[in-house]
């Protein structure tokens, strides 16, 4: 079983930055694709973010795209979510995320393409 546990959550001004770290434990952190979603009260959960086992690839969505940067340490078994330039509509809960093996871009951009789920950690971006 894998374990993932999200923090660096918080409440923040609109224009400033977090970031969010996922733990990972249980199984060879480096067999994972990782990927970040975030769900925001009363919507449906949405993709973020996502980096290929080896980080060689990386995958967002296009309301973050050049404001948030994912990446991994395969050292400390660790994902991150980097979020710059926040926004009042990014605040949501942010999930972390893993899969297995090998993945195309279409399996790490859905919910069901991820064997795995931390518990998320909340961010609040007031205007």
């Known amino acids: 079983q894998v374990q993932l546990v999200e923090s660096g959550g918080g409440l923040v001004q609109a224009g400033g930055s977090l970031r969010l770290s996922c733990a990972h434990s249980g199984r060879p952190f480096s067999n994972y694709a990782m990927g970040w979603f975030r769900q925001a009260p009363g919507k449906e959960r949405e993709f973020v973010a996502a980096i290929t086992w080896s980080g060689s690839s990386t995958y967002y969505a296009d309301s973050v795209k050049g404001r948030f940067t994912i990446s991994r340490d395969n050292a400390k078994n660790t994902a991150y979510l980097q979020m710059n330039s926040l926004r009042p509509e990014d605040t949501a809960v942010y999930y972390c995320?893993?899969?297995?093996?090998?993945?195309?871009?279409?399996?790490?951009?859905?919910?069901?393409?991820?064997?795995?789920w931390g518990q998320g950690t909340q961010v609040t971006v007031s205007s």
């Open positions: 995320a893993a899969r297995c093996g090998m993945a195309q871009a279409i399996d790490l951009v859905t919910t069901s393409g991820y064997d795995y």
